[in-house]
């Protein structure tokens, strides 16, 4: 059976860790981007159809934009970084109502709600894992970086210079050295 190298960026983090822990030989390595194994102890009991259907990070944009400049306006004013505002307006999908983000809002909040620790995950993760953190950003604090690190049987971390939360963005030639440096282990 083929296996393959995964890779999770937040939130694609926390997944590509459960997908790993639960198919372990479709994965021959993975690499967790700024994410932290942490989370509540228990899951949000609630059905998703009872789970509001906002996303809580553009829940109060005034979406959709009639056009790409206002909606540029408005992610400029509204992002901490360039990285961030490159996201978004990478995001963003021309509708018959105007642009929208084209991310699914309910998939984003459902994700978000249920939400759970997965440190108890990490030791049953045996193939080699790249974790890898931005430096002086909350994503991933000091604690959990050195939990997840040795909680890990087979782990190569790693912390960029950068701080912004889109690691592999931020300082592309820091983040390739190290990510190079983990391939090379394989």
Same mark, same amino acid.
């Given at each position: 059976?083929?296996?393959?190298?995964?890779?999770?960026?937040?939130?694609?983090?926390? @997944?590509?860790?459960?997908?790993?822990?639960?198919?372990?030989?479709?994965?021959?390595?993975?690499?967790?981007?700024?994410?932290?194994?942490?989370?509540?102890?228990?899951?949000?009991?609630?059905?998703?159809?009872?789970?509001?259907? @906002?996303?809580?990070?553009?829940?109060?944009?005034?979406?959709?934009?009639?056009?790409?400049?206002?909606?540029?306006?408005?992610?400029?004013?509204?992002?901490?970084?360039?990285?961030?505002?490159?996201?978004?307006?990478?995001?963003? @999908?021309?509708? @018959?109502?105007?642009?929208?983000?084209?991310?699914?809002?309910?998939?984003?909040?459902?994700?978000?709600?249920?939400?759970?620790?997965?440190?108890?995950?990490?030791?049953?993760?045996?193939?080699?894992?790249?974790?890898?953190?931005?430096?002086?950003?909350?994503?991933?604090?000091?604690?959990?970086?050195?939990?997840?690190?040795?909680?890990?049987?087979?782990?190569?971390?790693?912390?960029?210079?950068?701080?912004?939360?889109?690691?592999?963005?931020?300082?592309?030639?820091?983040?390739?050295?190290?990510?190079?440096?983990?391939?090379?282990?394989?």
């Amino acid at each position: 059976m083929d296996s393959a190298l995964v890779v999770g960026h937040s939130m694609g983090g926390r @997944v590509a860790g459960h997908l790993t822990a639960l198919y372990p030989k479709l994965v021959k390595a993975l690499a967790i981007l700024d994410k932290s194994a942490s989370g509540p102890a228990e899951p949000n009991q609630l059905p998703l159809d009872q789970i509001p259907t @906002v996303d809580p990070v553009t829940k109060d944009w005034p979406m959709p934009f009639s056009s790409l400049s206002e909606a540029a306006a408005f992610l400029r004013q509204t992002m901490d970084s360039d990285l961030s505002y490159q996201y978004f307006m990478n995001s963003l @999908v021309e509708t @018959v109502e105007g642009y929208q983000m084209m991310f699914s809002s309910q998939a984003i909040a459902a994700n978000m709600a249920y939400e759970e620790n997965w440190f108890h995950l990490l030791p049953n993760l045996t193939c080699p894992v790249l974790v890898l953190r931005a430096k002086g950003n909350d994503a991933v604090s000091d604690e959990d970086f050195l939990r997840m690190q040795s909680l890990l049987p087979n782990c190569l971390a790693r912390e960029v210079d950068h701080p912004d939360h889109n690691v592999h963005l931020g300082n592309k030639e820091e983040f390739y050295r190290y990510f190079d440096e983990f391939i090379m282990t394989l």
